[in-house]
């Protein structure tokens, strides 16, 4: 992805320079394309757009760092580019502003538009194949090790350990899915099994989503180059799958419920699911087959004894 960064870090350049410019010397620019300098609140708009512009050189910086960590920049940027050259040629139809001023699209926005789609379609692809390395389940588990170092095979062998996979912290159904774990927790634990998380953060933003869920003591097992999940035989899903009707019914639900959304901490494509392991083997699973699909925890726990011929998941 160098191509990716240069072009970020070009546009970061540009958008300060464009930016500093409008606020600074806000004729100049204007003069350029032979328009008339503006005065009183038209002025201030003016600067105020330089402003954002400026903003948005910072963002494509920090993005440049990472272009495909940091695609949520790039998407917004690209949006603001499409969508800008819109609403200029529905104001300027109309006679709300001179179309002198498009003179500024193709520089400002028609030039990126390719290069931050490619970044975009980079990034979708990274993220639906990742690296491609697919982990035996055994080894999985005993990679995986929690905020304590121990390992999931090895809580599996003191008892059965139900683990929920987080697509990421910032996710509303996510959220709605630790509540209730949080509320089941006392009755799960009853039934024979330890309750614990795998997620995508890191184990520090772990602690601090799972303690505003009241978790903070619960196991939670960091994933961060997802070959855990791809082991257990979580997949990213489909545009329907993660964006289709059945999402945004239950993601109405949630919020309505008051949980609300964040930053996507975490592995957004991905879908859900929850496992029972015990004795280091997976002897029970849910996948989902949307992202918003809540997973039957009760029917996992249902008997956390378990018969010892009980077939793993995913091999």
Known sequence: ????????LAAGLYNLAWGAAVVILPDLPLSLFGVEPLAGTGRAIWQC????????????????LDPVRHWPIVLVG????????????WCAARGEIDWRFGLTIPTNDLLWWIPFFLMLRASWLHAVHGDGEVRSVGSAL??????????LSHLSQERPVLLLAVRHFGCT????????LAGRRATLERDGARVAVLHRGTHAEATRFLAAAGLADMPAF????????????????????????RNWFRATRSLLRGHGVGFPVGDPFLL???FLIADGRVRKHILGDFAGARPDLGALTCDARLAPDAQPAHT
């Open 78 to 89: 690209f949006l603001g580019k499409v969508f800008g050259p819109i609403g200029f040629m």
């Open 142 to 151: 005993c990679i995986a090790r929690d905020q304590a170092g121990r390992t």
């Open 1 to 8: 992805m160098r191509w990716a960064r240069r072009w970020l």
């Open 222 to 245: 960091a994933d961060p180059d997802g070959s855990i999940a791809r082991a257990l035989g979580l997949r990213h899903g489909t545009f329907l799958e993660l964006l289709g009707p």
């Open 272 to 274: 859900p699911g929850a």
């Open 49 to 64: 757009l330089g402003m954002v512009i400026g903003v948005y050189g910072i963002g494509y910086l920090c993005a440049s």
């Open 173 to 180: 159904f996510c959220r709605e899915d630790l509540a209730e």
